[in-house]
């Protein structure tokens, strides 16, 4: 995930600058005349703020969170393409996720917290009932059918559970019952989704392919995408 930490004024330049170092390969951007000696300066805050979310840049703004509210706005595309954005307090004193709760905004706000001392706003039902959202799985696992996960995730926050069906050590804040209507199933599988069972695939597979020099590397994703689809993988 490429992170822009976007300020405004010269009193949350040090801040940024301390964030970038801290969030791997984060870049300060910093308006013309109020942050220079930024990595990147823009002239238009709201026009920058715009361009940076259309490109999946995940964008962390020492700002009032309505600047980038009011920025971003215009060019949302909906809940499952957003990139993050984030609201930091100048002081540091709080992070606020704005967009992409479930899509890296509350790990963002939860890792800018870590390094400035503050608090994460989390205000996700589910990460605050259960310390977990459906929708965003730990890194490198996959949901096989993410419509399911509006209805599982509303039978689990109404009390009326699910039932369990695998391992996922991450998931054991929930109410999983034996007997539900809806059903979570861990699995390297391809198959066992329907319109009651979301379908959550871990990541356990590792893949070994030995070729000539010079094989083209589409012919290789190729042959293992079809490799794993003949093993229902």
């Known amino acids: 995930m490429t992170i822009a930490v976007v300020v405004l004024g010269a009193r949350g330049l040090e801040l940024a600058r301390k964030l970038a170092a801290g969030l791997d390969g984060a870049q300060v951007h910093g308006l013309a005349g109020r942050a220079d000696g930024a990595d990147t300066v823009f002239d238009d805050t709201m ?3 715009r361009a940076l979310h259309r ?21 949302l595309d909906g809940k499952q393409q957003d990139a993050p954005v984030v609201a930091l307090a100048e002081d ?29 706003a989390i205000t996700n039902a589910g ?14 696992w996959r949901i096989a059918n993410p419509a399911l996960v509006k209805p599982v995730a509303a039978a689990l926050l109404s009390g009326e559970g699910a039932r369990l069906e695998g391992t996922a050590p991450w998931l054991a804040g929930a109410p999983w019952r034996d007997q539900a209507e809806y059903r979570v199933r861990v699995t390297a599988r391809r198959d066992g989704a329907d319109d009651r069972t979301l379908v959550i695939h871990p990541a356990i597979l590792a893949v070994g392919v030995g070729c000539e020099r010079g094989t083209d590397p589409a012919e290789l994703r190729d042959l293992v995408a079809e490799t794993l689809a003949a093993a229902g993988l």
């Open 47 to 49: 026009a920058h703020l």
């Open 55 to 75: 490109d999946q840049v995940a964008i962390v703004g020492i700002c009032a969170a309505g600047i980038l509210i009011r920025a971003v706005a215009p060019v």
């Open 92 to 120: 540091g004193s709080v992070a606020v996720p704005l967009i992409g709760g479930h899509h890296g905004a509350n790990r963002l706000a939860r890792r800018l917290a870590a390094l400035t001392g503050g608090s994460a």
């Open 127 to 140: 990460d605050l009932r259960f310390g977990f959202a459906l929708d965003d799985p730990p890194a490198g």
